[in-house]
């Protein structure tokens, strides 16, 4: 398959595919194939525009649908950022576009008589990996630059513009609201809705 070489032309495939494909796990499959394509063919041009940030990872807007069916971000990671154990309020494709990232995914649990969250997966992305998070099922989770030496930039649509979720304590399984953050918006990120 022929790598994507833009990030208008990922955006302009991703929303044709929101918009006609019904099916919600076929059309979150075909969005991985296209942020594949996507990784495939990234240049350093784009990726050198967004800056890492210094006492966090630091996200970067790229897109936001206008009937918010669909939010794009780069996040970019120094060496050992990472986030806590979190969910989403919507499906999200999440993809690694340079250097190496460990994703832990956590569920629900009870120790000595305590709730708690262990983890029950970790894998480690490269350049080109790209995996996803379907609430309710698959979605509490972590991840972090697990270089000691490279940032990381990673790709993350969402089906809808995230603005809250949850924060987890691994030890209680308590969760708490969150807001998210953005620490620059790429020119064009919000488009006149048609």
């Known amino acids: 398959m022929e ?6 032309q990922l955006i302009e495939e991703m929303e044709i595919t929101i918009s006609t494909e019904q099916r919600e796990r076929t059309r979150l499959n075909q969005l991985v194939r296209l942020v594949e394509r996507f990784a495939a063919g990234v240049s350093d041009e784009f990726l050198s525009q967004f800056e890492p940030g210094t006492q966090r990872y630091s996200r970067h807007l790229l897109h936001v649908d206008p009937q918010d069916r669909l939010s794009m971000l780069c996040l970019v990671w120094k060496p050992g950022q990472g986030t806590p154990i979190h969910d989403h309020p919507s499906w999200g494709v999440l993809g690694v576009l340079r250097g190496r990232m460990r994703f832990t995914n956590y569920a629900p649990d009870e120790q000595e008589g305590q709730h708690c969250l262990v983890p029950v997966e970790t894998f480690i992305g490269t350049a080109g990996s790209v995996g996803t998070v379907y609430p309710p099922a698959m979605d509490l989770h972590r991840m972090d630059n697990c270089s000691s030496d490279e940032v990381a ?5 969402y089906g809808c513009m995230v603005k809250e979720f949850h924060i987890y304590n691994a030890e209680t399984g308590q969760r708490r609201e969150a807001t998210s953050e953005i620490d620059s918006t790429l020119d064009g990120a919000y488009p006149q809705a048609k």
């Open 153 to 157: 930039v990673t790709l993350h649509a």
């Open 3 to 8: 790598p994507i070489a833009t990030i208008e």
